[in-house]
């Protein structure tokens, strides 16, 4: 277990390090700080000190070690476009686009968990093929279609929710949190049911057929034949072997939240990282481009694993395919 | 000898039937016997036979679109084919158990040996925690498991395929059913393991009295196991006896055809081996008559016009119009 937990956390570095670097060569080549620092009628002499300060004459090897090393120390560099630390520009929308993200995840375990497997245990049931034919909908609706929808009826139509903002924000010193207030919650409501359909009808699909296919196995069968109720074939020794791949799409999706929300967050103007990422990218702001990139990839490594250090928990075999 | 009139399992006219796109296709046709308390009746015949068929309808197990269509089950003066689902959920693994062919895939790969035991103990005996788990410990030491306590907390790959068909065997005996249908409980293994298991399967059955139905194709496994044995070919029965008449003085042709066909040594040495002509017809392509006819060395007119019933003799039946004579060498 130890020498699993230990290649995984490796493994993690290493990409890390790999995509920093991209991210840094990004910094290195594209744009020009020079032109944006120095004054029209700055002499040779001023530029050449310049360079030298930002290390600019350096070797890449040596600009990349120091990159990282600012990293460490807390410093990601400042925005072109706003002259601001990076830092403190993607802190800021952190709170708003993490909090999404946790509401449409617990949304889409509550509701599409106990749907999906309801299916996988009755796939004829009128129920079940009503659900099927829901889910449909959700795999093939676009995210700003639903958002779309969902601010017609009910802020629209029904006055019920609001349709932008994050309501009253409650700062609790490091993290400026929604959650705390009733309006941060009616806020929250529509972006996170929006985001979360797709994932809901996708988990659905998922452990229908993962619980259809055990269902047939000859384990089940055994189980069966050794005269073991329905619910404990069903919710114990048939879901136990669907768990992996769930987890695991879970996981992924969260961290697609995190970091892809764009859509949804303009629709509800939701202050969070996609509309960060959506003004940098229109500013041209390569240094916060290049930062959000290396946060994008932690996100999917440190949740990927996380999920992956679950898996031995899981299912026994997979420390055996380590070893 | 026990007494012959009260069988533990008596099965009629069992018949099992396959829906192939709206036809319906015969796979087990009228097939009875019976299996008589601590006695072990082995089910012997080629593959597609019908013998794996037989052992799944008989606890209601068969996978669709096979169905139960006619004949009836009795379990100790229980009629099993009248059962609720739930009743039937008694049945299975508490007053039968039912060992699989493939440990490979027969055992939850997630679950523990410990709770899959403990499980199917809670299902049929109210016992506390800690009595379940001191049975399910002894079960995997009558097995001969060594180090249940170790064994108790592992997952089905972290053992050999030997010790997971003992961890079935456990699993089909720990809730002491009074019969156990063991479908070809040798088949995926390794012949050197082979017979370890088939001695195991043979203590187990002294020590408990357990009555046994040995579903097998391999007639050395018969010969070492069994009190007496079914012939099936083509879903219906072609013959049964007690094996050693069976095996000295087959009565049926393709009793005598099959155990030609075993490759056995003779008394000087020399192998011996005539095959069958032809192939078992497949579902659904039986013969008109005597379902063995087109093979059959001594078939006549009527063998290819009307099945032939069953008949009785004192401890046997066979279901041929033109039986081999008990001399016959």
């Not at chain 1, 993290?175 to 979360?196: E, H, Q």
């Not at chain 2, 052992?55 to 009248?82: F, S, W, Y």
């Not at chain 2, 410990?114 to 103990?121: A, N, R, S, V």
């Not at chain 2, 013969?287 to 093979?295: D, H, L, V």
Request: glycine share 8%; aromatic share 8%; with cysteine.
């Amino acid at each position: 277990m130890l020498n699993y937990a230990a290649s995984r956390i490796v493994q993690t570095i290493i990409v890390l390090l790999v995509i920093s670097f991209i991210a840094f060569l990004l910094v290195a080549n594209i744009g020009d700080p020079l032109a944006a620092l120095l004054s029209a009628d700055a002499t040779v002499n001023e530029r050449l000190e310049l360079i030298a300060k930002l290390g600019l004459d350096q070797p890449l090897w040596t600009r990349f070690l120091h990159f990282i090393g600012n990293m460490l120390q807390g410093d990601f560099g400042f925005s072109y476009r706003t002259q601001d630390p990076v830092a403190n520009l993607i802190a800021e929308r952190l709170p708003a686009t993490v909090e999404l993200a946790f509401v449409s995840l617990l949304i889409t375990i509550v509701v599409g968990v106990p749907a999906g497997i309801y299916c996988g245990v009755n796939p004829n049931s009128l129920f079940g093929r009503f659900i099927m034919l829901i889910s449909t909908a959700g795999i093939t609706l676009p995210n700003f279609v639903v958002g779309i929808l969902l601010i017609a009826v009910f802020s629209v139509q029904l006055g019920l929710l609001p349709s932008f903002g994050r309501g009253t924000v409650v700062d609790l010193g490091f993290w400026k949190t929604g959650l705390l207030s009733v309006s941060g919650w009616r806020a929250i409501f529509l972006p996170a049911a929006t985001l979360s359909t797709f994932q809901v009808a996708f988990i659905i699909r998922m452990l229908r057929t993962q619980l259809m296919e055990v269902g047939q196995s000859e384990h089940i069968r055994f189980a069966r034949a050794r005269g073991l109720s329905e619910a404990r074939i069903w919710y114990v020794y048939a879901i136990k072997n669907t768990l992996l791949p769930v987890i695991t799409m879970l996981g992924l999706q969260l961290g697609n939240i995190i970091a892809f929300s764009v859509v949804t967050e303009n629709v509800f103007a939701w202050p969070g990282l996609g509309s960060l990422f959506l003004q940098s990218i229109q500013g041209a702001d390569i240094p916060v481009i290049a930062i959000y990139l290396i946060f994008v990839g932690l996100v999917f490594m440190v949740i990927n694993l996380i999920v992956e250090l679950l898996y031995p928990l899981i299912d026994a075999r997979v420390l055996r395919r380590q070893s | 000898m026990i007494n012959a009139a009260t069988p533990l399992l008596d099965v009629r006219d069992l018949t099992v039937t396959i829906n192939r796109d709206g036809r319906l296709v015969t796979a087990l046709d009228k097939v009875s016997f019976f299996v008589n308390p601590g006695e072990v009746l082995g089910i012997v015949g080629e593959s597609g036979a019908g013998k794996s068929i037989t052992g799944a309808a008989i606890i209601d197990l068969l996978v669709p679109p096979l169905k139960r269509t006619g004949g009836t089950i009795t379990l100790a003066g229980e009629r099993l084919d009248q059962l609720s689902p739930k009743a039937m959920r008694g049945v299975r693994g508490g007053k039968i158990g039912f060992v699989f062919q493939d440990p490979m895939t027969s055992l939850n790969p997630v679950i523990t040996i410990g709770q899959q035991l403990c499980d199917t103990i809670q299902a049929h005996l109210r016992l506390g925690g800690s009595l379940t788990k001191k049975r399910a410990l002894d079960w995997l030491d009558r097995v001969g498991l060594p180090n249940p306590d170790v064994q108790f907390k592992r997952y089905p790959h972290q053992l050999s395929g030997g010790m997971r068909q003992r961890v079935v065997i456990a699993l089909a005996l720990c809730a002491d059913p009074a019969l156990v249908i063991a479908d070809e409980p040798t088949t995926a293994l390794d012949v050197s393991v082979q017979a370890h298991i088939l001695e195991l399967l043979r203590d187990l059955h002294r020590e408990s009295n357990v009555s046994m139905m040995l579903i097998t194709h391999d007639l050395g496994v018969i010969a070492k196991m069994a009190d007496r044995v079914a012939v099936l070919y083509a879903g219906r029965v072609a013959e049964i006896g007690p094996a050693g008449e069976l095996f000295n003085a087959p009565k049926h042709p393709y009793t005598r055809g099959l155990i030609r066909a075993t490759p056995m040594p003779s008394a000087t040495g020399e192998m011996r081996l005539d095959q069958i002509p032809g192939a078992m017809p497949g579902l659904g392509a039986v013969p008109p008559g005597c379902a063995f006819n087109p093979r059959c060395f001594r078939a006549e007119g009527d063998c290819r016009a009307t099945i032939p019933p069953l008949y009785h003799e004192e401890s046997s039946a066979f279901s041929c119009f033109h039986p081999l004579e008990r001399v016959t060498a």
